[in-house]
């Protein structure tokens, strides 16, 4: 079917109205409409579908990437199994953080069957020679697609642009917190480095995380970032194959108003952007990536997706290009 990128799209077409199957597409999308560790804001299970209800009004062709949709970008349905292990989890978070040792338990029961499930279909589709990106969901959604990608990326690094540092061991009690995501990567993969862009909003132990990383992890703090005279610094961190794990919170804040937790400070749209391209036109390649945090806003506000929607395709531009 002729797909006229020019052309309205109807509102019950996928994300971007491409409707690509997995198997005819270079880029294959899972969203992960699960936050039940969320810590502050719970709405970005609904990530995935305002980032979709957003998308369908951007123009798709990029004065730098050209044509991304000519290569393919398919959207997988969201799972059913995981809407179901978050709502079980979200209904115990609070006596969970009573200290119900029985409901920690069962909301870590439900986030490892959720990263198993990331991980099988990640395996899967990353195997095929596909683009694999995760759109979430809290900060925890990632962790078994970035596992899959470590295992077939030995030389892996990872670009983590947010306002925290997510170094926490098990915040909260639970095993993968959206605070944990980094801590469980260092303690649970093979990545090589994490270079993380942003962090505003970190804990003491996650600054000795940091420290005490040997170079495993190299942070560059959002009061470093007076300009974008330091991408080169930031890319020159980084292995040939690159994993961008991109909370949006690590926006400036007015660009994602309704994400779970938002900090003052932070990337504007344009230093996201250029960051991302830095990474290209240095000659590495993004293999798979994932963003996270996005949340609705009220009355049919849809920035906070209209943003969302303009990062997730500039990914999947930039890791094409290179494909």
Avoid at 77 to 102: C, F, H, M, Q, Y
Avoid at 132 to 144: A, T
């Amino acid at each position: 079917m002729h797909f006229d990128p020019e052309a309205p799209i109807t509102s019950e077409s996928p994300t971007f109205g491409l409707h690509a199957s997995p198997e005819q597409a270079a880029v294959v999308l899972l969203p992960v409409p699960f936050d039940a560790t969320a810590s502050y804001g719970r709405r970005t299970a609904s990530g995935p579908e305002t980032i979709r209800v957003a998308s369908h009004q951007l123009d798709l062709f990029c004065r730098h990437t050209g044509k991304p949709y000519e290569r393919g970008i398919a959207t997988l349905p969201a799972s059913a199994d995981i809407t179901r292990w978050n709502n079980e989890a979200r209904a115990l978070v609070d006596l969970a953080r009573a200290g119900d040792e029985k409901a920690t338990s069962a909301v870590n029961a439900c986030s490892e069957k959720m990263r198993a499930q990331v991980y099988a279909t990640a395996e899967d589709f990353i195997t095929q020679g596909k683009i694999f990106g995760v759109i979430g969901g809290d900060h925890s959604v990632p962790l078994g697609s970035i596992q899959a990608h470590a295992e077939h990326y030995p030389n892996l690094s990872i670009l983590h642009i947010d306002a925290h540092a997510d170094l926490r061991n098990a915040y909260e009690g639970f095993a993968q917190s959206h605070a944990s995501i980094m801590h469980n990567v260092m303690t649970h993969t093979m990545v090589k480095k994490i270079v993380q862009v942003g962090i505003r909003d970190f804990c003491e132990s996650e600054y000795q995380a940091i420290i005490q990383s040997e170079g495993r992890i190299v942070t560059f703090f959002d009061d470093m970032l007076g300009d974008m005279s330091h991408w080169h610094d930031v890319v020159s961190e980084l292995s040939a194959s690159v994993y961008v794990s991109f909370d949006i919170d690590g926006l400036d804040p007015a660009l994602c108003p309704h994400t779970g937790t938002p900090v003052p400070g932070g990337l504007s749209f344009r230093a996201a952007r250029m960051l991302l391209r830095a990474i290209t036109q240095s000659g590495r390649r993004i293999v798979g990536f994932d963003l996270c945090e996005v949340a609705p806003g009220d009355n049919a506000d849809e920035w906070d997706g209209n943003v969302g929607a303009r990062i997730l395709y500039a990914l999947c531009g930039e890791a094409l290009l290179m494909a």
